[in-house]
């Protein structure tokens, strides 16, 4: 992002340095590291930090919501304390037409996938992302203890287990997971290839991994075991605990289609959008910068 946004090639950015640029204010693009959050503190100075905490009371985060052109700005970059987790979500406000539109659209676009043509071929997808030995405080429990909590559900099903491909996994997180496929024969542990478990699946089961929010576009509902700003749509064992969330899974069907376009489109910044500049502007005055 760095490069792009310094040649002037970053959509979002571009569309930042306009909204600023209508009251006077500048944009100084610094490269992401603690001397630079350091600096922004010391200088306490408006700023933006792409998925670090503000640095100061004058720092907001930013963040893509998932999937591009989408954007949040926030005063956090806990996303479980982002504001469209604390909103309401009320599919009665949602065009049904708008929203099969938008569904369709980004499914194909993203995953070239239309999301009336999947299939449930009786597997249960375990989205992993990182410290998988290591309960963090958003969580429930660790990755390995909801891979054992799925395992023993699992009735009979076969449970994929999929390591991120970008994470660097401890030998002695590999060694437990190892000794988890060895006690379990129905568990195949396997690096990326999100799609085409998403199209077969019954069902995901993550900590808070975008994965269950992907999943939407194939409408395969989701199990999530940690706090999440998309957690609306999903079956979240914090609230309703393990042996509920595996009991109604199956037969979870919220309205997909409506929330991916209240979640992605309504609650978020859209670049690519005519009227991006002014979200940006209005964003940021609402979240107390003094723009003109």
């Given at each position: 992002m760095d490069k792009r946004a310094r040649a002037g090639d970053h959509n979002f950015v571009s569309k930042l340095q306009q909204a600023l640029a209508l009251s006077g204010w500048t944009l100084d693009i610094c490269t992401a590291g603690p001397v630079d959050t350091w600096t922004a503190a010391d200088a306490d100075e408006y700023a933006l930090f792409l998925m670090q905490e503000p640095a100061h009371a004058k720092g907001l985060s930013l963040r893509v919501a998932y999937l591009m052109p989408f954007w949040r700005i926030e005063r956090t970059a806990e996303r479980w304390n982002f504001d469209v987790a604390?909103?309401?979500?009320?599919?009665?406000?949602i065009d049904p037409a708008e929203a099969t539109r938008f569904a369709k659209y980004w499914a194909k676009r993203k995953f070239n996938a239309d999301p009336d043509d999947t299939r449930r071929d009786g597997t249960i997808y375990v989205a992993l992302q990182g410290h998988i030995g290591e309960r963090r405080s958003f969580q429930v429990v660790s990755p390995l203890e909801m891979l054992r909590d799925t395992l023993h559900r699992a009735d009979g099903r076969r449970v994929i287990a999929g390591l991120h491909p970008k994470e660097q996994y401890s030998g002695s997180d590999m060694r437990k997971l190892e000794e988890l496929r060895r006690a379990h024969p129905l568990l195949d542990v396997t690096t990326g290839g999100m799609e085409t478990h998403l199209r077969g699946c019954d069902f995901v089961?993550?900590?808070?991994?975008?994965?269950?929010?992907?999943?939407?576009?194939?409408?395969?509902?989701?199990?999530?075991?940690?706090?999440?700003?998309?957690?609306?749509?999903?079956?979240?064992?914090?609230?309703?605990?393990?042996?509920?969330?595996f009991d109604l899974v199956e037969r979870h069907a919220p309205e997909w289609d409506k929330y991916l376009l209240w979640f992605l489109k309504?609650?978020?910044?859209?670049?690519g959008a005519p009227e991006?500049?002014?979200?940006?502007?209005?964003?940021?005055?609402?979240?107390?910068?003094?723009?003109?």
């Open positions: 604390r909103a309401d979500f009320d599919p009665s406000q089961v993550t900590e808070n991994s975008s994965v269950a929010l992907m999943a939407m576009f194939f409408r395969k509902p989701a199990i999530v075991f940690a706090k999440i700003d998309f957690h609306h749509a999903m079956l979240n064992v914090a609230d309703i605990g393990v042996d509920k969330a309504l609650t978020s910044i859209n670049a991006a500049s002014d979200q940006i502007a209005a964003r940021l005055r609402v979240l107390g910068w003094p723009l003109e």
